[in-house]
């Protein structure tokens, strides 16, 4: 199964779960919140992402705010979808997984590497993260800026620059989500993790796994998560 450039097994079996909780929503938002709710139940809870928070946020984020006008019948069907510029908004199991794996909690300073459209900040933001994100595609940061802000998410802040060299003078991260797949872990995002800080990544160039770096006492320590196919990430070490 192929996802936001990433290719990943899994078994899906039915469950129910309740419906999404944004305010205010007029009976097209009512549509959209069963559509999330069905999102969450048969591809997320379904694969085994269980934290009751990432799986409120990701009932709530209202992800056809996201994708292009032309695509929003399909926004919350399980696979990516294209945002332009060759980039894709990534498929929902996946955003869960690796918020899920982040360990994201109510204050924490998270940094984002890929802001795409702007939803996985979004979801980040939603666990009450103050979130930075960075995109080096120009229009994409500007796009997802401006959504961010339309939707209230002024816990997100969106910068246009490389990646790999991180947010410095933000650091330390308690959490750092990249969304591409360089073929070694950048040293400048180890290093600008907090202690006990978490850096949830994509590794590889042909093969690659998902990986979950913690700064311990005692140094870093790579837990291994599952093979997965990002797109590589772009700029430079």
Not at 119 to 133: K, P, T
């Amino acid at each position: 199964m192929r996802v936001a450039g990433v290719i990943l097994l899994a078994a899906v079996s039915a469950c129910t779960a309740p419906a999404g909780e944004r305010a205010g929503a007029a009976s097209p938002g009512d549509v959209a919140a069963a559509a999330r709710a069905r999102m969450v139940a048969q591809q997320i809870a379904a694969r085994g992402v269980t934290d009751p928070a990432v799986l409120r946020a990701m009932r709530t984020v209202p992800r056809h705010e996201f994708v292009p006008a032309k695509l929003r019948d399909d926004a919350y069907a399980d696979r990516p979808l294209p945002i332009g510029h060759g980039q894709t908004i990534s498929q929902p199991y996946v955003v869960a997984l690796m918020t899920e794996l982040a360990g994201v909690k109510p204050g924490d300073r998270v940094l984002e590497i890929g802001t795409g459209s702007g939803y996985q900040a979004a979801v980040l933001a939603e666990l009450g993260a103050q979130v930075r994100s960075i995109e080096i595609v120009a229009p994409l940061a500007q796009g997802a800026a401006e959504t961010l802000r339309r939707l209230g998410y002024d816990r997100v802040q969106v910068r246009h620059g490389d990646g790999y060299r991180g947010w410095p003078e933000a650091a330390p991260f308690d959490a750092i989500v990249v969304t591409a797949a360089p073929p070694e872990v950048p040293a400048a995002l180890v290093a600008q993790l907090a202690p006990g800080g978490r850096l949830v990544i994509p590794v590889g160039t042909g093969e690659q796994e998902l990986r979950l770096l913690v700064r311990t006492p005692s140094g870093i320590e790579t837990r291994r998560s599952v093979p997965v196919r990002f797109v590589p990430m772009v700029g430079g070490p």
